[in-house]
């Protein structure tokens, strides 16, 4: 009879060991580069080595030492390399392409003119329209 593609099964002791390995590298990976680059724009003229030393060297650490590894270290270095892979995916956009001073939102970014008149909350299609209306005498007399 063939074996079955997809299966659930209770997890090996190995299976659990390994995976919680794994997850434990990643978290603490993720927690200390994160400080690390979070901490580094405060640090002056050294601020670029230790976020680009951080974002590159931790993942190459952790894909050579998984690689270079067996067991239980092995599992916690593929964490490490999985965790500094995901901070630096989630920092690469900012630090390629800095949004300082930019807000979501704003006039500038959504149309390109001028900031637009809000009518206060309330205020329908009527009551517009007779203000319109009441502006435009006013000015005429």
Known sequence: MAERAIAIAAPTTTEVTRTVSMAAGAGITGLAEG??????????????VLTWGALIGVPTFGIFGALFTRGVLGDVLTGVAAGGIGVLGY?????????????????????????????PAGVGAAQRAQQAVGARTAAEI
């Open 35 to 48: 400080m690390i680059v979070r901490i580094a724009p405060k640090m002056g003229a050294a601020a670029p």
């Open 91 to 119: 920092s690469l956009p900012e630090m390629i392409a800095p949004t300082v001073g930019r807000r979501a939102g704003s006039p500038a970014q959504v149309g390109g003119g001028a900031p637009v008149k809000q009518l």
